[in-house]
């Protein structure tokens, strides 16, 4: 399949002040050095703990924040230092859904006036047409045309994130991220939310970046998966072989598997707890930025970083142990 979206080593320092005259003291390493790919079409996810840098690379990839170094190809076109013209042209075809819809939507604007924001800033429709493609858009997401004049604080969370979303489509974007577009919703909302992106997915073609903590989201979701720990990928893998039982998984995606619930109370599943505390990234450690916490953990991994190897069918895992279990 054809490359919509791909970054080769993504880097993002954020700059830590202090002192009189506001000097940099140290970095945050919120994204060092990642790089995968989302194919034309699909729905790609990004899992991992709070803070590990996930909505950090939603955000570079959507050029909301300026990447540190690294690349970002948009149908092989790198896109990480675009400004002006070519930079609004890209906004068109790149949109974001953000996890709290009430602080991403003004209070001040009705509806009918966020949409039509941004048809008018791209000029997407005719101004005679506006009315129509507006109201088309509330259908396409399950608004009806009565909410066009209300105001964000007038509705549900789960109806906000279908406003989020309508404002998104409005524009006839190829490329959607969702951070965590579900996470403060009801369990029954999310359900519907979930199962109207997935058949506007299958009716207009987007192609999606899903980012979220929750497992169970990510497997009905995705068809691919990355595990994210401490700014890095440290496996890349099929959401179906994710969840084999004799698949080659990275000890952190093994943690999350065991943390995930289980709907099924008699089901007895065996916990995989995790040493210690995350590291600060601030000071992340060396070697693998997992060792301290690993239960495998040899003493390669304290000096040396392991890199991304394929440990079956494109099935990447970032792990030493892992690795050299392939190899055998």
Do not use: W
């Not at 570079?60 to 300026?66: A, P, S, T």
């Not at 608004?143 to 109806?159: K, M, N, T, V």
């Not at 009905?220 to 720990?229: A, L, N, Q, T």
């Amino acid at each position: 399949m054809e490359s919509l979206v791909k970054i080769e080593d993504l880097v993002k320092y954020f700059p830590i002040r202090g002192g009189l005259f506001g000097k940099t003291t140290a970095k945050v390493s919120a994204v060092d050095n990642v790089s995968f790919e989302i194919l034309k079409g699909e729905t790609f996810g990004l899992v991992g703990e709070s803070g590990c840098g996930k909505t950090t690379i939603g955000k570079l990839i959507v050029r909301l924040i300026e990447p540190t170094s690294g690349k970002i190809l948009f149908r092989d076109n790198d896109i990480a230092h675009l400004s002006g013209k070519k930079l609004k042209e890209l906004r068109r075809r790149m949109q974001i859904v953000f996890q709290d819809p009430f602080s991403s939507l003004n209070p001040r604007m009705t509806v009918r006036q966020t949409i039509n924001r941004a048809i008018t800033i791209h000029r997407i429709v005719k101004r005679g047409d506006k009315e129509e493609s507006i109201l088309e858009l509330l259908e396409r997401v399950g608004l009806q045309p009565d909410h066009a004049d209300r105001y964000p604080h007038e509705f549900s969370g789960g109806q906000r994130q279908r406003i989020a979303l309508a404002r998104a489509l409005s524009v006839d974007p190829e490329f959607i991220v969702l951070d965590e577009p579900t996470s403060a919703l009801d369990v029954s909302v999310q359900a519907q939310i979930l199962n109207d992106l997935d058949n506007l997915q299958k009716k207009f073609g987007y192609t999606y970046l899903f980012i979220s903590h929750n497992l169970a989201v990510i497997e009905h979701m995705s068809r691919r998966v990355g595990i994210m720990y401490l700014g890095k990928i440290v496996e890349v893998v099929g959401t179906t072989d994710l969840f084999r039982k004799d698949a080659l998984n990275h000890p952190y995606s093994e943690a999350l598997i065991s943390a995930n619930p289980v709907p099924d109370p008699t089901a007895k599943t065996e916990k995989k707890h995790l040493l210690g505390e995350v590291p600060s990234p601030v000071n992340p450690p060396s070697g693998c930025r997992f060792h301290p916490r690993c239960p495998l953990r040899i003493p390669i991994c304290e000096k040396e970083e392991p890199l991304l190897a394929e440990v079956d069918e494109g099935h990447l895992v970032a792990c030493h142990v892992r690795a050299a279990s392939n190899t055998k």
